[in-house]
């Protein structure tokens, strides 16, 4: 039986009862202990590793809302407005315009065989465009015969072009909400949130599925994790069709897949009598990579994307209330059916409307069926006030905050969207640990790339992309940003005891980090570099380019 001790500089166990330790020692995957090489010695031989002794030692990250076809998206043209780094290292160039989105779709399109197969891009931001919004007209420019399907940035919005609406039957006599119409009450070529968007993805023939339907996707995902620290991450909404399964199940069955992987069933892709068996029975392919037991239910849609419900006075331009995915009148019957199951139910919550709603749903189910522990989580959150969080205190629900947001949208919801008041308080990270609400951070891949560092600068600094501090008093001590992305985040998955810290009898995942976030300046948290990460005691270290 070989005892391995790992030295380091410096180990942040996030064990409250032994915070700092000079070694660790790990046995069969599991932690033995950690402290001083003295008072390890007494499990009998050890075989001390010193490769990381100029390193700091933290637990795995844990990345609770992210989405795995962050490793398939890549196989289509990013068009967003920030750049950003493909999994194989490749970076791609922001667009700052709708006529350069064009201009790149326009020149993909050539390349492309002439079959007439379906042109889908993803990223797109037009938030940032002064008001301007892409419309069928822009997209008839990239082609007037093939579909053309442009994903936005948040994933609850998307944009296609004439060939697509006309095959899908949309006019201006269409009743379905979420197709957005001019005001002569024709379609632009915006689809909004479920319904709307499910009417171009079948006339264009993509299938979402198809992101993860291959092993490529699923390691592409745990290269990208990896890279950043991340030892467990979500794939949080899936239908889990047969193909995404098999390569889940094919990935994580080998001892060279870096991540453990918890995916979360769609509810509403089918009546919960039958997503509740399937979840079951997904369950028993459980493995030390990969864990079925979460469920999603998405209300409302993306702030930025116009589509978020809000309570009164709505958005601060004057915005049209958003829109419903599952609403008032459907999120009782799923939320009771999954809870009575003993699931744990994860919520998507933009708008303070929305985290209404879930709450409400939430107080009316554990009357229905009490039921202690059961961790049910708002994620998202961005505009709950601290009366939302005193009500999951007592409820004893959780939240996921989208930290990574104050960067990215924060001026545009400042400026727009939300007004300085509620932008200054928005992803309150502040609140919820002044009220004791069980919290975690995240980054949403692929709306905003994989890298726990940079969410937990995020909390910290709540600095916007312009260099606005956006909510001062929602700021949190970096202590409390980094428990957030490792024994907090696990809080949420119920993976808490077996996971999140460097302590006895838990797996031994740690991220291995040049420098020591609690001894840095808190501006420089996302720029400390990651040397790679162990998962239950095999050490991968990440590529160097």
């Not at 930025?304 to 008032?328: E, F, H, K």
């Not at 990574?404 to 400026?415: E, K, M, Q, S």
């Not at 005891?497 to 740690?510: Q, W, Y």
Request: aromatic share 8%; hydrophobic share 45%; charged share 20%.
């Amino acid at each position: 039986m070989s005892t391995v001790v790992y030295s380091a500089r410096r180990i942040l166990t996030m064990n409250s009862s032994q915070p700092f330790a000079s070694h660790v020692a790990v046995r069969d995957g599991r932690i033995l202990g950690a402290g001083s090489i003295e008072s390890l010695k007494g499990w009998g031989k050890l075989d001390l590793d010193e490769r990381f002794a100029d390193k700091v030692i933290l637990p795995g990250f844990v990345e609770g809302h992210s989405h795995a076809f962050e490793g398939g998206v890549w196989k289509f043209p990013y068009v967003g407005y920030f750049d950003r780094t493909s999994p194989n290292g490749v970076r791609a160039r922001g667009l700052k315009s709708i006529d350069e989105v064009v201009a790149a779709l326009q020149a993909h399109e050539k390349k492309m065989p002439r079959d007439g197969a379906t042109l889908l891009a993803w990223g797109f931001d037009p938030i940032y465009f002064g008001g301007r919004r892409m419309d069928l007209a822009d997209l008839d420019k990239v082609s007037t015969e093939r579909p053309v399907v442009v994903l936005h940035s948040n994933f609850h919005v998307l944009n296609a072009n004439t060939p697509v609406f006309a095959k899908a039957g949309i006019t201006r006599h269409t009743n379905v909400h979420g197709v957005v119409k001019d005001g002569r009450g024709e379609p632009t070529g915006e689809l909004q949130e479920t319904t709307a968007k499910f009417m171009a993805y079948k006339a264009a023939g993509v299938e979402l599925a198809d992101l993860l339907s291959d092993d490529a996707a699923t390691w592409g995902f745990a290269k990208v994790a990896q890279l950043a620290g991340v030892t467990t991450a979500t794939d949080l909404h899936n239908t889990l069709p047969d193909s995404t399964v098999a390569a889940y199940l094919s990935a994580s069955a080998s001892a060279d897949f870096p991540l453990r992987l918890l995916p979360a069933f769609a509810a509403f892709s089918m009546p919960p009598d039958e997503g509740i068996a399937r979840l079951k029975d997904l369950a028993k392919k459980n493995n030390d990579r990969l864990r079925f037991q979460l469920v999603k239910i998405i209300t409302d849609g993306s702030i930025q994307g116009l589509s978020a419900r809000m309570r009164w006075p709505g958005y601060y331009d004057g915005t049209p209330n958003g829109v419903w995915n599952v609403g008032p009148d459907e999120i009782d019957r799923l939320l009771l059916a999954y809870h009575r199951a003993g699931l744990q139910v994860h919520i998507h919550t933009n708008g303070d409307e929305a985290s209404e709603v879930a709450i409400e749903a939430m107080e009316r189910t554990l009357a229905a069926a009490p039921r202690w522990d059961h961790r049910h989580t708002l994620q998202h959150a961005q505009m709950a006030d601290a009366g939302q969080f005193r009500r999951m205190k007592a409820l004893g629900m959780c939240a996921n905050l989208f930290a990574n947001h104050i960067f990215y949208w924060g001026d545009v919801h400042y400026a727009k969207t939300l007004g300085p008041e509620r932008a200054e308080r928005m992803n309150a990270c502040g609140t919820a640990l002044r009220l004791g609400v069980p919290f975690a951070i995240h980054c949403d891949a692929p709306v905003t790339p994989v890298g726990p560092l940079f969410t937990a600068w995020c909390a910290v600094n709540r600095l916007t992309a312009s260099g606005r501090v956006l909510g001062e008093a929602e700021k949190i001590p970096v202590a409390d940003a980094l428990h957030a992305i490792t024994l907090g985040a696990a809080y949420t998955l119920k993976l808490d005891e077996e996971l999140g810290s460097i302590d006895v009898g838990k797996r031994a995942d740690f991220a291995i980090l040049d420098d020591d976030p609690l001894a840095v300046e808190p501006a420089r948290l996302k720029d400390i570099g990651i040397w790679g990460t162990v998962l239950g005691g095999r050490v991968f270290e990440a590529p160097r380019g």
